[in-house]
């Protein structure tokens, strides 16, 4: 198929990938590193479209923005991060009960939808892209990053209405797979250069401590930070 | 078609804790034993090893060690009122499945029951008078007494290689331990782990204020131990992985690190994973199950097998949904509350705190569950209810280790859940937040019970377990003032910054909370209030033996497994001493 040979680049700008997360993924956002990502091996994406890309880069780079403590959530591979889960056997529904009748319950009985996690997130960015273009009039990784903003704020809070979708759920299920993506091993394609890690002071692997209570008591501990990868 | 096999002396349902205690006891005494586990062998050299283990989205995460809810689960609602749903993946509380069971992934507090949570009701009804308690709290004496289980207790202490510091040793009080505890024999095996440094901290406020801290008893051993079994177990490295995830260092306890390693060796035992048991065989005439019914998942062939003995050791859903399923003993009826099978399912309360110190490096990833410091003076019989309105209570643990970065990050509540200002606050205080925890007791209601579910049905076509729970009045009231007690600690530490995190009103079945469920195949003194008798023997079928926190009466202020490993053993001594020279019923009714 002639899509299939589509280069990223060329779709994602397709996509409209205006917005700084997107454009993160080509450009980088130090500019110092432009030309370095531009020849960065192009993704391979096993799952995610075009436009789902699109959309999970400009809200990791929205939830995790490029500043002093990190890159953005899209130079951490968060997005890669989010393919990857959404195409492993957790994504396609794995060990989850799936089973009718369905009915919606009441809320302490926890998620009652026959969705696997990969067509839960499929059926989400549709109805918030959707929301986003009938609000912004044009889908959520268009807008502007105070618009993107303002967008997931009002998602979180109960103020967006999706069509036939619970948008406040969907964001909690959205900012819960973002964050894994930013703070799990570096193994699954997101925190790429354990850059949560050294964010957080977090020294990973090999996590052998016994005797190190008493040593480092009231001290902090101090280690550059290592990954399964490292001992593999 | 259903291919019988030959009878077996003994066969165990389930190689978690009890199951592996079963097997290793029922095979010493000279018995043929098979374990039947649904799950896949668990093999700590290979499946628990370095660095793979070390996995928080894999383990914590995605729950690798818990059990399939494709072919099993059970479905919940908060009142009887309400339509069922099903639990469509684990999450407020985490079974596991596979050899070891939920065992693997435990944290491994280890703990006792106090003397007087054996005789609840009656103490109770001493201490504050004979109507103190209310119609709905379904609460009875347990059918065995503190002193009775006490060299099982210490003999599970010397299975588990525990790490801790005896606070009551044949009576003698001894500063720096638990005071409020029943009297030892003996202290623990190993001593205890180093205290955390928020734990150093809560310690010094607590002993301000005049309880009385000590070292969470640890079921690691903080020392290279070899236990009862001659299995060698490691030293605890500190990983700060314990919960949800199993042991590289063969240092926490499980059936898999400190009895399998034994029974492998063991020519009277045999161990057949992935066979989903669906029934237990039973001559309700002859008061006797005469075997078990189960599919094997590899091959899809339905076999019978005969046994002298059934264990039924399968966690509390599974032990009370095959009691169901099987038509033992009478199923309890919420309308009249008569009936047993499904009686007091107790969960455990627990609520949480966070307090923050910008001025302390606390090294939030270091460290063990034994690392944790614990007051016991808000404990069931530790100190005086008069006036205050529940009964119950429960420890307060200033905790340990245990925060990895997906979940153990910890920011004063209003803070934004994303964005700049989120990242800013979550390094401001990843290294300076210490979270407490109390243990609270669940008393049975008469509202709270487990049954058949009408509509939906596991992988082999059975209905499923039904839950019905909701936290309680007394639990509620219970909790906060467990909170309270709490407070006036954390308060003394000097934290720049608090929060009491008290549970709402409803139960609900995310997020998670606690593994801690309880009853359903209760233990008392007699058929008319019990499922098993003293000895976990069931009433209905003298030859059929229930294991587990399904045969406590209630839930008390203490994490389980202590006392379901005490219980294991003491059921185990009972069947060699007594059962096999005759077989029958052990408590005549």
């Not at chain 1, 096993?46 to 999970?56: G, I």
């Not at chain 2, 072919?71 to 050899?99: C, H, K, Y």
């Not at chain 2, 034994?370 to 808000?378: A, L, M, N, Q, S």
């Amino acid at each position: 198929m002639a899509d299939d040979t589509i280069p990223r680049r060329d779709f994602l700008t397709g996509a409209g990938a205006a917005g700084a997360g997107a454009a993160a993924l080509t450009a980088g956002v130090p500019s110092a590193k432009a030309a370095e990502s531009a020849n960065a091996p192009v993704e391979t994406w096993l799952v995610l479209t075009a436009d789902e890309v699109a959309f999970f880069s400009a809200i990791a780079d929205t939830m995790i923005p490029a500043d002093a403590l990190s890159p953005s959530g899209t130079d951490c591979g968060v997005p890669v991060f989010i393919d990857r889960q959404l195409a492993s056997a957790w994504g396609a529904g794995a060990k989850m009960y799936r089973a009718g009748p369905f009915h919606i319950g009441a809320p302490e009985q926890g998620y009652q939808l026959p969705l696997t996690p990969r067509d839960y997130f499929a059926a989400g960015v549709e109805a918030a892209n959707a929301w986003s273009r009938k609000t912004y009039g044009k889908s959520l990784d268009r807008l502007s990053p105070e618009q993107r903003a303002e967008a997931l704020t009002a998602m979180e809070g109960g103020k967006a209405e999706f069509a036939d979708f619970d948008a406040r759920a969907f964001f909690q299920r959205l900012l819960a797979i973002t964050m894994e993506g930013f703070f799990s091993d570096p193994i699954y394609g997101g925190n790429r250069g354990k850059a949560s890690w050294r964010m957080l002071g977090f020294p990973g692997l090999p996590a052998t401590y016994a005797g190190k209570t008493e040593e480092y008591r009231g001290k902090r501990y101090v280690a550059e930070p290592q990954s399964i990868a490292d001992f593999s | 078609m259903v291919t019988r096999l030959k009878e077996i002396d003994a066969v165990v349902i389930g190689m978690g804790w009890a199951g592996g205690i079963m097997a290793r006891e029922l095979t010493l005494a000279g018995l043929n034993v098979v374990g039947l586990e649904r799950g896949p062998d668990h093999r700590p050299a290979q499946d628990f090893a370095m660095p793979g283990i070390r996995d928080e989205l894999k383990y914590q995460q995605r729950l690798e060690l818990m059990g399939d809810n494709s072919i099993d689960t059970i479905t919940f609602r908060n009142q009887p009122a309400q339509m069922a749903l099903p639990i469509r993946r684990w999450s407020a509380f985490l079974p596991g499945e596979g050899v070891g069971g939920t065992g693997n992934h435990w944290g491994g507090s280890h703990w006792r029951f106090q003397p007087d949570d054996f005789r609840l009701r009656s103490y109770l009804q001493t201490r504050y008078g004979a109507k103190s308690v209310p119609d709905t709290m379904t609460i009875q004496d347990w059918p065995v007494g503190y002193d009775e289980l006490e060299p099982f207790y210490d003999r599970f202490d010397k299975v588990c290689g525990v790490s801790g510091k005896a606070g009551n040793l044949k009576g003698r009080k001894i500063a720096g331990g638990n005071v409020f505890e029943g009297p030892r024999v003996n202290d623990y095996p190993n001593r205890p782990m180093p205290p955390s440094e928020g734990g150093a901290i809560f310690a010094a406020a607590a002993k301000s204020l005049g309880y009385h801290p000590f070292p969470a008893p640890f079921s690691a051993a903080s020392a290279p131990y070899k236990n009862i079994y001659g299995v060698a177990m490691g030293a605890c490295q500190e990983c700060g992985f314990c919960n949800r995830t199993a042991c590289e260092a063969s240092a926490k306890a499980s059936s898999v690190t400190t009895i399998m390693p034994a029974l492998r060796q063991e020519p009277k035992f045999e161990l057949r994973t992935r066979v989903f048991v669906s029934k237990l065989v039973y001559d309700k005439a002859a008061k006797r199950v005469t075997g078990v019914l189960y599919t094997d998942l590899k091959t899809g062939q339905e076999y019978e097998q005969p046994a002298n003995i059934v264990v039924l050791s399968a966690f509390v859903f599974s032990n009370t949904h095959m009691l169901l399923h099987s038509g033992i003993g009478t199923p309890y009826d919420h309308a009249t509350g008569k009936g047993l099978v499904g009686k007091n399912y107790c969960y455990q309360f627990e609520a949480p705190a966070a307090a923050f110190f910008p001025d302390k490096e606390l090294n939030p990833y270091m460290g063990s569950p034994g690392g944790g410091v614990v007051i016991d003076d808000f404990n069931n019989a530790s100190f005086d209810h008069a006036g205050l309105g529940f009964f119950g209570g429960g420890y307060i643990i200033a905790s340990s280790g245990g925060s990895p970065p997906i979940n153990g990050r910890s920011v004063p509540g209003g803070t934004p859940a994303w964005g700049s200002q989120w990242k800013r606050e979550t390094v401001k205080w990843y290294y300076h937040s210490v979270h407490f925890n109390t243990q609270g007791s669940v008393y049975g209601h008469r509202d709270n019970y487990m049954d058949l579910d009408p509509t939906y049905r596991d992988a082999l076509g059975r209905p499923l377990l039904r839950l019905t729970y909701n936290g309680t009045d007394n639990d509620h009231t219970m909790s906060r003032y467990l909170l309270s007690r709490v407070e006036t600690v954390i308060k003394a530490m000097g934290p720049a910054h608090y929060e009491m995190r008290p549970r709402p009103k409803n139960f609900t079945i995310v997020p998670y909370q606690s593994t801690h469920n309880a009853g359903g195949t209760i233990m008392g003194s007699d058929p008319g209030n019990s499922v098993v008798n003293r000895y976990l023997q069931s009433w209905d079928a003298h030859n059929l033996f229930v294991m587990g926190a399904s045969t406590f009466p209630q839930q008390h202020g203490y994490n389980p497994t202590g006392t379901l490993g005490a219980l294991a053993l003491w059921s185990a001594d009972k069947i060699k001493t007594s059962y096999l020279k005759n077989p029958g019923p052990l408590v005549h009714a």
